[in-house]
Structure formats: structure tokens, C-alpha cells
């Protein structure tokens, strides 16, 4: 039996990383529904930023998952934090962006997860097969 995969690199480039007044400790995960283990990249330092940049990870076709972002509040009220992920492959992409909410410093660690009642199902099929990069950004909202 052969296993289908897909690969997906994250890409934290400059418009990806984390801008100076959103929360520190910050970490992103890819949850799977199959009890396979959770991948976790931590974004509070440039070492984790870099481990994002140079280590993919590999999900199979039709696999289950969701995503999770971590962060912990520190000095100032957070206004209006929003996660965005940007998925491509070749010309065609996709892009979903969740408003986090507002929050205060707190010494908990705040996880939102996404989608939130459902899993997110890989693509599946000889078309979908290859390497996807993916892009994703947490912000405030200007406003």
C-alpha cells in the first residue's frame, strides 16, 4: 500500500512574521484528528521563526486537521489580533483570515482553534498531490 502526501512548507518571510506590538509567546500548531501527534512551532523568538521557515511538514491526502494559534498577552491591551493564512500551489491559492479578538495582559496562554466546529480535510486526488507554501500573519487591526 502506498501512502499519498502532501507537503506544506510554512513561509514566515517579512510579511509573515509578527509585528512589534502583537502579543509575545506565540506559537502556531497543526492539530490532526487521528491522534497523530500535534506539529508545534513557537514564534517567540527568532529561532522558532527560523524552524518554521526550514522545517515542512507532511500530511497525507484526505487527513483531518485543524489550526491552533497560541499567544500569551504581556504588557499591553491587544486590540482587534487577527490570524490570516495564505495557502498556494502554483498559480492557484487560498486564504482564510480569523479575527482573534481583544485582550488584556494575562499571565494564561490564550489557544484559539480553526475552523472551530468541524475539521479542515486535506485535499485528496492525483491533482492535488505535491508541495503547497503557505504564508501566515498575526495583526492588529488598524483601527
Known sequence: MECRTTHMTK???TTG???PHT????GYKVVFEDNRH?????LDSEEGIQHLRDTPFVMEEGA???FAVFFRVNREIVSGL???NKVRRHVFS???EVVLGSY???STTHEFLFPRHEWAEAPSGLMYRGTYQAECKVRRDPH
Open 82 to 84: 487577527r490570524f490570516r
Open 104 to 106: 488584556a495582559p494575562q
Open 64 to 66: 483531518k486537521y485543524k
Open 11 to 13: 513561509d514566515c518571510t
Open 94 to 96: 487560498v486564504s482564510e
Open 23 to 26: 502579543p509575545n509567546n506565540m
Open 38 to 42: 500535534d506539529i508545534t512551532y513557537h
Open 17 to 19: 512574521e509578527v509585528e
